[in-house]
């Protein structure tokens, strides 16, 4: 090669260098080689329905959740999104058993991260209920739903367990399971007993013609479970109707996050667990873990807005302000002591002077009696002249038994003497 073709050379790669220095690039996120990941969305300027509805804005002067972890378990996080960035850890890839969660292809989790974490960005009106929380993504399904809805079990317990080892307050799960196990039963138990608080979706195959299998883990005792809601306070269509449901929020056309930037609008009881999970790390932030009063769940239940009612309901739309500022009595209330007989302390002088009073009051009313006697009967009797008012009785005359002689009309003519 010549002097000036090594000199050109040089030069290209320096103008390289300084060019790549000039624009600092970019990691697009991680997804698998063999899957069409979803697209990005388009940026969003007005505020969606559930801000409006839920009014996180009220909550924001108490607490904002920092200093809290929230674990979704879902399709993992998009780290890289810009209303997430800084807040979102490395996480864990249960599905494989290893390695991190802070991408997401199918953009599920994501979305559920964005109506929790969302932080507030420049002429957008999207934010999530607690924007100051972090986000622990934790992979429990890795590509899109087949014929078989849910994952499986074994791999919610996974990721619940590490959830709870690295620090979570608060898990959202958002992808569940129709298969019950012991495994799983077990590794949501470990996690209630240790103050962490379980919210769970109910699932999208309700439908009104008949009955649906029960999910898990929302089946299970002391699991927030969660069905969803439209823009009239309605129940959502699909979302499945039971015992298993105590809260609703909004869970139909709900603008949030997709992944690699943007926004989307989703639907299903997974994004409306999202909202309940995010109003239970602010309840967390504020009032701790709140077992002297029945719990985080019990709080969020007992402050809910009444719903139309029925089975699909549960206790009614979750209410973020009244969750985090309500003081209510506990969950059982005590028995009151029994009040000790009365005893009297009372002097004689207090007993005479008391009975004086009634006394003294007696006469006064008999006197205000009397005198309203008076003045009533006075006056009338003087325009009477004091005369009853009674009509006397008629004068009878008695018929004689016998008739009397006739009487003449015209007596007889007396006869005088001529003279």
């Not at 209630?192 to 013609?209: I, M, N, W």
């Not at 699909?312 to 000790?340: E, F, H, I, K, W």
């Not at 005893?343 to 009696?369: C, F, K, M, N, Y």
């Amino acid at each position: 090669m010549s002097r000036f073709a090594r000199t050109t050379a040089v030069l290209c790669i320096a103008a390289a260098m300084v060019g790549a220095g000039a624009v600092p690039a970019v990691a697009a996120p991680r997804a698998p080689a063999n899957q069409r990941c979803v697209e990005p969305g388009p940026t969003v300027a007005e505020v969606p329905w559930p801000q409006r509805m839920l009014g996180p804005e009220r909550v924001r002067p108490f607490t904002r959740g920092g200093g809290q972890i929230v674990a979704v378990l879902d399709s993992g996080v998009d780290a890289s999104h810009p209303q997430l960035g800084g807040r979102v850890l490395a996480g864990f890839d249960a599905v494989a058993g290893s390695g991190p969660a802070d991408d997401d292809c199918l953009g599920t989790g994501t979305q559920v991260a964005g109506v929790i974490a969302a932080g507030q960005e420049q002429s957008v009106g999207f934010i999530g209920l607690a924007p100051d929380v972090s986000i622990l993504p934790i992979r429990v399904v890795a590509e899109r739903f087949s014929s078989s809805p849910g994952t499986e079990p074994q791999v919610l317990a996974r990721g619940i367990n590490e959830a709870v080892e690295r620090g979570a307050s608060v898990i959202a799960v958002s992808t569940i399971t129709y298969k019950d196990s012991p495994v799983l039963q077990g590794a949501v138990a470990s996690a209630l007993a240790k103050g962490v608080v379980v919210v769970a979706a109910v699932g999208d195959l309700g439908d009104e013609r008949g009955l649906v299998p029960p999910s898990y883990p929302a089946a299970y005792d002391g699991v927030v479970g969660v069905g969803a809601i439209r823009e009239t306070g309605v129940l959502w269509p699909k979302s499945q109707r039971g015992e298993d449901v105590d809260l609703v929020a909004p869970g139909d056309n709900v603008l949030t996050l997709t992944r690699a930037g943007g926004m989307g609008v989703t639907s299903g009881t997974g994004v409306a667990c999202g909202f309940v999970a995010a109003a239970a790390v602010l309840v967390r932030s504020r009032r701790g873990n709140m077992r002297d009063t029945g719990g985080i769940g019990s709080q969020l239940e007992r402050t809910a807005v009444p719903s139309p009612g029925g089975a699909g309901y549960g206790s009614g739309v979750v209410d973020p302000y009244a969750a985090v500022t309500a003081r209510l009595a506990p969950s059982s209330p005590q028995a009151l002591p029994n009040l000790p007989d009365p005893v009297s302390d009372e002097s004689p002088a207090w007993a005479r002077a008391r009975q004086l009073a009634l006394i003294g009051t007696g006469i006064a009313v008999a006197v205000v009696l009397i005198v309203l006697v008076v003045a009533l009967v006075g006056p009338r009797g003087r325009r009477r002249f004091w005369r009853s008012t009674v009509t006397p009785a008629p004068i009878q005359e008695v018929e004689p038994e016998e008739p009397g002689p006739p009487v003449q009309l015209f007596p007889p003519q007396q006869s005088y003497p001529q003279q």
